[in-house]
């Protein structure tokens, strides 16, 4: 530390000099300060972001993970299962497969007389699998030759193509068990022997999920074209490591189709590649990712999105006016919810609901003034580029500039409020990666893609997925629904 001056020692002048040093030192330890303060509150900011305020997943969270806080308002639904649905509770069956008689004795054992007609008091079933077991079937191509020497020879069925083989039945197990249920291919493999003595190699179990792919691509492709002429389509993305380097899963989802797609890139140079979205005129539901944006359609935000983001800026910035915004999306949703509760509900088109709207949007916009008093923009002082806006800022700019794209679940009753459709599809592939680690070869990938794409749109639509499957490696797949 630097010894002081003896200040009796000192004249006027110099001790002039000295107090203007000390205040410029004492100015320039003050802006360090508030520099250093900065820095640590964005670092605690980000330390303090879990699944349940930010876009993080929740395997991100570790072991400190947050409480469970749901934000959907008490009391407004019983517990238990809701009215519609179908549940599925055993019940017993009118026609059973195999009933087993309980005798009793021929005579009483209290008399010793002999006991009149016996009848069912009382009959329990029980639900179990049979003794699974492979079969081997065994095909004789018979010969014969004329007497005038021409050679008949019978031909052996599509796809008994060798001296030994798999039938569409194992080899759709296979690929239902480690294509659509990520179970990892070693397993795949040892399941196959411990359910059904059948031992497979791990190689025909990826053998299986190629030629899978191979025969459901068209299918696909028209899953795809059918998503992007649909009203209403949800879209997202998320990584995927494949032959050790970062690639990106795009997924096209409706209510009843299910579209996967694998590329090195995650943008526009995507889009363009995969050729869907480019031809898509509906309403896009997505997170509000920029090259969403640049696509010439329709646009709906996700606000769950928006709802974590608040519900940081609520608790870890006590920012008053987001409070009041989580308050008003979640009502306006729960409106919204009560207009549609029957599907497309005539109720949509009525002078009140369009007046709680009106009135919803100009509340929007108010807390949004408000919002905007609370966090001025920073201004450009002499610096190339935009300077750098807090969190709260850029929420605000965003909820502003696209306030239309942030309200269109209340605007249109086929537009949902959230993207979870999306999000949804996306959480299944997450699980493969996390068993496997992840794709050793971008064709491995490419054909993950295409069996999950046809399982999630045919289970989507009610079939059986497994059926599907069996009839895919028949060579007839069930095509679904387009429409």
Not at 444 to 470: D, H, I, P, W
């Amino acid at each position: 530390m630097q010894e002081l001056p003896n200040l009796s020692e000192l004249s006027h002048s110099e001790k002039d000099g000295l107090i203007r040093s000390l205040r410029s030192m004492l100015g320039s330890q003050a802006k360090q300060i508030t520099v250093l303060q900065s820095q640590v509150a964005d670092l605690q900011a980000k330390l303090n972001k879990n699944s349940r305020n930010s876009s993080k997943p929740p395997s991100s969270d570790g072991l400190k993970k947050p409480a469970p806080k749901s934000l959907r308002v008490a009391g407004k639904k019983p517990n238990g299962g809701q009215n519609g649905h179908t549940g599925s509770t055993l019940r017993q069956a009118t026609q059973p497969d195999k009933i087993v008689v309980h005798g009793i004795p021929d005579q009483c054992q209290a008399c010793h007389q002999e006991l009149p007609f016996a009848y069912v008091v009382a009959s329990r079933q029980v639900f179990d699998l049979p003794v699974l077991q492979f079969e081997v079937t065994e095909h004789h191509a018979m010969q014969a030759i004329c007497h005038c020497g021409h050679v008949h020879t019978a031909e052996f069925p599509a796809g008994v193509n060798a001296a030994v083989q798999y039938g569409p039945r194992a080899q759709a197990a296979m690929v239902h068990l480690n294509q659509n249920h990520a179970v990892s291919v070693q397993r795949t493999a040892a399941l196959m022997e411990d359910l059904f003595g059948l031992p497979v190699s791990q190689a025909t179990v990826l053998k299986a999920a190629m030629t899978s792919a191979d025969i459901l691509q068209p299918t696909v492709d028209a899953i795809g074209q059918a998503a992007v002429n649909a009203d209403v389509l949800h879209a997202d993305e998320t990584g995927l490591r494949v032959a050790k380097k970062l690639h990106w899963l795009h997924v096209l989802a409706t209510d009843t189709l299910t579209w996967m797609g694998c590329h090195p890139k995650r943008g526009g140079e995507a889009f363009d590649a995969l050729a869907l979205l480019g031809q898509f005129k509906g309403v896009l539901v997505h997170d509000g990712w920029l090259p969403y944006k640049a696509l010439a359609c329709q646009h709906a935000l996700c606000n769950a999105h928006h709802l974590r983001e608040l519900t940081y800026l609520l608790e870890e910035l006590d920012q008053a006016w987001a409070g009041d915004m989580i308050e008003l999306l979640t009502h306006a949703n729960h409106l919204d919810n009560l207009n549609c509760a029957d599907g497309h509900s005539p109720k949509y088109s009525s002078r009140k609901y369009q007046a709680d709207v009106r009135e919803l949007r100009d509340l929007y916009e108010a807390i949004l003034a408000q919002a905007q008093t609370d966090n001025p923009v920073v201004p450009s002082i002499g610096k190339r580029g935009r300077p750098k806006q807090s969190k709260a800022t850029n929420l605000i700019g965003r909820l502003f500039e696209y306030a239309d794209d942030v309200w269109r679940f209340m605007t249109r009753p086929d537009v949902p409020f959230t993207n979870n459709l999306a999000e949804q599809t996306v959480r299944m592939p997450k699980v493969k990666q996390k068993v496997s680690g992840c794709f050793r070869t971008l064709s491995g990938a490419q054909a993950y893609c295409v069996v999950r794409s046809y399982c999630a749109t045919m289970q989507k639509q009610g079939a059986n997925v497994f059926e599907s499957l069996v009839a895919a490696f028949k060579g007839a797949p069930h095509q679904p629904c387009f429409g």
